[in-house]
């Protein structure tokens, strides 16, 4: 299983905010099935898919709450150990053991890089009964870190109530229109060419092909030819929708425990293709 948390590559440096100071709030992210109560004083940002951003200008550094799509705490205790969080311009290192925390969580201190920048975290990663969770990192600058991040990743963690999704309109919208689609990308030079397709299922199933042609600078030389045969484990499992009114993504469980997401766009100006996490794909029928 592959460790994808999604994280706002910010500096961690401080964070200051010029607005107005706000009471303590409930936050509510009904299509990921959670809420939290954010700490009185801190400044609130709803920042898509799920995302939510705390900062203060007393506190050096920044809260973030986002959703994770993961049920084995045991497995993700192993990763979170032995692989840390990493992500594009994320690169964080468990600092002594992680340990599980109450009945439904995990938790440690992380320390690495955040976009170029040296970075540590305290971090709680809560599961829910409904499936998936949230993931808590209080963060700052290592010479800044102490002992205060955890105190205040587990305040926001004993606020947290997880309930079952609710699909947005924006979701359903994008699932009803995916339905029994197939999703084609090409990519060709002068040496190459890739198509990857992914089979859209009215019963949410798919499967995957895809494959790179590559030759030789002679044009006409024989191909070497690199397809995945769609149907396997690795190549095929469930589909959905995620997402709240402002944005959603595509979300692939393989059968053999791989997780994707994809953040879905229309291409401006076609209703023939979208984007996912930018890369034009043609959306055709199903024979």
């Not at 975290?121 to 990192?137: E, K, Q, T, V």
Request: glycine share 10%.
């Amino acid at each position: 299983m592959k460790m994808l948390f999604r994280i706002l590559l910010i500096c961690c440096c401080t964070f200051l905010i010029t607005a107005t100071f706000g009471q303590a709030k409930t936050i509510k992210a009904p299509s990921y099935g959670y809420s939290f109560t954010a700490p009185v004083d801190w400044i609130h940002q709803d920042i898509g898919n799920g995302y939510h951003l705390l900062g203060s200008n007393a506190v050096p550094g920044f809260i973030l709450i986002m959703p994770h799509t993961y049920s084995d705490k045991t497995a993700i205790k192993a990763l979170a150990q032995t692989e840390g969080i990493i992500d594009q311009g994320i690169s964080l290192q468990a600092v002594g053991a992680v340990e599980y925390y109450g009945k439904n969580g995990i938790s440690g201190t992380f320390k690495g890089i955040t976009d170029g920048e040296l970075a540590e975290a305290a971090a709680l990663c809560l599961f829910s009964p409904h499936g998936g969770g949230i993931l808590i990192l209080a963060m700052t600058s290592p010479a800044q870190f102490n002992t205060t991040y955890m105190q205040l990743a587990e305040g926001v963690a004993k606020t947290v109530k997880f309930s079952t999704p609710v699909e947005s309109q924006l979701a359903k919208t994008w699932r009803q229109g995916l339905t029994h689609k197939k999703l084609v990308y090409y990519n060709t030079t002068s040496t190459s060419s890739e198509k990857n397709t992914y089979y859209l299922y009215h019963n949410g199933t798919f499967e995957y092909a895809g494959g790179i042609s590559s030759s030789s600078t002679n044009y006409y030389s024989d191909q070497t030819v690199t397809i995945s045969s769609a149907g396997t484990d690795a190549d095929a499992g469930q589909w959905t929708v995620v997402g709240d009114e402002q944005s959603v993504q595509l979300y692939l469980v393989y059968n053999n425990g791989n997780e994707a997401l994809f953040n879905l766009q229309l291409k401006e100006g076609t209703e023939a293709q979208i984007l996912l996490n930018g890369d034009r794909y043609f959306v055709q029928d199903l024979e």
